[in-house]
């Protein structure tokens, strides 16, 4: 790992924290399904779901929180969840 790669990551990391922060502050809320939950490699529990905005279809995916991982029949396949999503770009969504 180089050191441009050291700031590369970094700034990532930064950027997904302010993504999250922005999303739980101004993000809008709709419903969702979860549709499958996968364990990586390296053991993070990855939710993958669904929801529609405007007649709009999106699928996107996260890794779980470990809050969010307590609580594993909330994020199993099949159930219903809230969706935070930016009202300027319906892609950029996180689960709430």
């Known amino acids: 790992m180089g050191l441009f790669d050291i700031f590369k990551s970094k700034k990532k990391v930064g950027s997904e924290t302010?993504?999250?922060?922005?999303?739980?502050a101004?993000?809008?809320?709709?419903?969702?399904?979860?549709?499958?939950?996968?364990t990586s490699e390296a053991g993070e529990e990855i939710a993958f779901y669904h929801y529609n905005i405007q007649g709009v279809d999106f699928e996107s995916s996260e890794i779980l929180t470990e809050k969010q991982r307590e609580n594993p029949l909330k994020y199993a396949a099949g159930a219903k969840v809230g969706v935070r999503f930016d009202p300027k770009n319906h892609g950029n969504s996180i689960l709430d």
């Open 26 to 38: 101004k993000g809008r809320i709709t419903d969702g399904t979860i549709i499958d939950v996968e």
């Open 18 to 24: 302010e993504r999250r922060e922005f999303l739980l």
